[in-house]
């Protein structure tokens, strides 16, 4: 079965930056589609950011010019670099990947911004 585990979450001021990592094992169909979502206290959970196999990526509005996601293929792992954090980035943020009609989630990794 596929697993996801996310890393890098942590406490870090208003300004600062942030890179969370996210590494999946089992039986991994190489054309798929990995990304972030966050779901911050009493709000509904939201797309970050995605990227497919190739490269192409999407980001919600909110963080475009701030964060980066990128792919090493070769490893199965995601990454998410977040600069200029604000307190509004404050969630836990889900590592998913979807393949073959299936999507899979991690654990969830806290990320809180202080100002």
């Known amino acids: 079965q596929v697993q996801l585990v996310e890393s890098g979450g942590g406490l870090v001021q208003a300004g600062g930056s942030l890179r969370l990592s996210c590494a999946a094992s089992?039986?991994?169909?190489?054309?798929?589609?990995m990304g972030w979502y966050r779901q911050a206290p009493g709000k509904q959970r939201e797309l970050v950011a995605t990227?497919?196999?190739?490269?192409?990526?999407n980001y919600a509005n909110s963080v475009k010019g701030r964060f980066a996601i990128s792919r090493d293929n070769a490893k199965n792992t995601v990454y998410l670099q977040m600069n200029s954090l604000k307190p509004e980035d404050t969630a836990v943020y889900y590592c998913?990947?979807?393949?073959?009609?299936?999507?899979?989630w991690g654990q969830g990794t806290l990320v809180t911004v202080s100002s």
């Open positions: 998913n990947v979807k393949f073959l009609q299936s999507s899979y």
């Open positions: 089992g039986t991994i169909f190489s054309n798929n589609i």
């Open positions: 990227i497919t196999r190739g490269g192409s990526t």
